[in-house]
């Protein structure tokens, strides 16, 4: 395990990010996040075994564009979310676990077993199978399930929102809007983006003022991507 890290680090150290080693780095990446062997990944897509073997060696020009959709359509299925940008020239933030995928995936089977479930369940099933055609068709895209009333009444527990990231120069020109931010830290919230005194950082501000959050104002924060809300959707309230 520990070589095989340290050769990955070394293939992205000495070749150029977009060379046939280096993404076949990050394939080989890809694939053990979504914990696909490399049967499970051609089983899934029309892949085949001897030319996923090839993208990941870097035999023969390595990974195409063509083929990194192909990952990328596959791993998504998986609960993983990544940008073409990303695994072909490392570009962007790295590819990420689905907010609450295992649980959802593991409903989805559950409703496939018993057609017969609540409707509220086949709500929630067709709210994650539009969450992942948007992934699909937004590279880059980033989703969140809101965890507090800090931006209610706009955005309630359990709603489900999506966006596409935005980096560097273009956070600053999301000022004022609600958006899905990841903190320097990792950590991911849905708040409003305001300008802060300090450059190249932000004020993230909760719109309901009497929010249970306990930091109702975050200042002078340091922004990997922010994602100004775009998809929204929430499930009807159970009476």
Request: proline share 5%; hydrophobic share 35%; glycine share 4%.
């Amino acid at each position: 395990m520990t070589t095989d890290t340290n050769t990955d680090k070394l293939d992205i150290a000495e070749e150029p990010k977009d060379s046939p080693e280096a993404r076949a780095s990050r394939l080989r990446r890809l694939r053990n996040l979504a914990n696909l062997s490399r049967k499970e990944m051609c089983t899934l897509s029309d892949i085949k075994p001897d030319t996923l073997i090839g993208w990941e060696v870097a035999r023969h020009g390595g990974l195409t564009e063509n083929g990194a959709k192909k990952v990328i359509d596959c791993v998504t299925k998986e609960g993983v979310q990544c940008t073409l940008n990303w695994l072909l020239y490392d570009i962007g933030a790295g590819p990420s676990v689905l907010a609450n995928y295992d649980e959802v995936k593991t409903n989805l089977q559950t409703y496939t077993q018993e057609p017969t479930t609540p409707s509220n369940n086949n709500e929630e099933k067709l709210i994650i199978e539009e969450l992942l055609f948007f992934h699909s068709l937004h590279h880059g895209s980033i989703d969140y399930l809101v965890e507090d009333d800090a931006m209610s009444p706009l955005y309630l527990p359990n709603d489900y929102v999506a966006g596409i990231k935005q980096y560097k120069k273009n956070i600053s020109k999301l000022i004022g809007y609600d958006c899905i931010v990841q903190m320097a830290d990792g950590k991911i919230l849905l708040r409003c983006l305001r300008e802060s005194s300090n450059k190249n950082k932000y004020t993230l501000l909760c719109t309901n003022t009497k929010t249970n959050s306990s930091i109702p104002i975050l200042h002078d924060v340091e922004l990997v991507c922010a994602a100004p809300v775009i998809w929204i959707r929430r499930k009807n309230p159970k009476i």
